[in-house]
């Protein structure tokens, strides 16, 4: 497992050791669990093969960019020379790696985001029926008010959660508008674009 050897150890020195080995121990666990220990173990090495072949041959290639750039710089007559530092495979390996890493990241944050906002999406429909329902057995239950009294709360009731509904969905309608303008956009620039083709042939 040396391709989380490093990011372990800087998790580790920013949350805490025991909060870092339990993350890793649940994850990997879990991960385990799923797809078999030794299934994660040969995908882990596989990747890490890969990105060390990859690492290779880019600092190579970085290399003889390097080579190059400071040669044009010598022709072209820089007084100061511009420092361009030498690629290591070992210092491109750890780059992808990191990028690796954050990429992955960024997709699971995505992931969750999403699940999180759906879920908020129907605690917040829950609650709003939770308020409504209660509202309601006050107005109805109340014995005191007169029927006409009733016939009012109820109204403004019922204009509430209309006036409620009709603003939420007037907000995911603006976007999901603007989505709809922008493919209508796009396909307007595809068709004139095809029809210049068509007019040159």
Request: aromatic share 10%; proline share 3%; with cysteine.
């Amino acid at each position: 497992m040396d391709l989380m050897d490093e990011p372990r150890r800087y998790v580790e020195s920013m949350v805490g050791t025991h909060a870092a080995e339990t993350f890793f121990a649940k994850t990997l666990g879990y991960l385990e669990s799923l797809f078999g220990l030794e299934n994660v173990h040969t995908v882990v090495m596989f990747m890490e093969m890969v990105l060390r072949f990859v690492a290779e041959g880019a600092a190579s290639g970085l290399n003889v960019i390097a080579v190059y750039m400071s040669e044009i710089l010598r022709v072209t007559g820089v007084s100061d020379p511009v420092s361009i530092p030498h690629f290591t495979p070992e210092g491109v390996f750890l780059a992808a790696k990191w990028a690796l890493i954050a990429a992955i990241g960024y997709w699971l944050l995505c992931v969750v985001l999403r699940v999180a906002i759906v879920l908020l999406k129907r605690v917040f429909w829950l609650l709003k029926v939770v308020v409504v329902g209660w509202l309601f057995i006050r107005i109805i239950g109340e014995p005191s008010a007169s029927p006409n009294i009733t016939m009012v709360r109820l109204t403004l009731l019922v204009v509430f959660c209309a006036v409620l509904s009709v603003a939420f969905g007037a907000a995911r309608g603006t976007s999901s508008q603007w989505m709809e303008n922008r493919l209508k956009n796009l396909e307007g620039r595809v068709k004139v674009l095809e029809k210049t083709e068509q007019s040159d042939d």
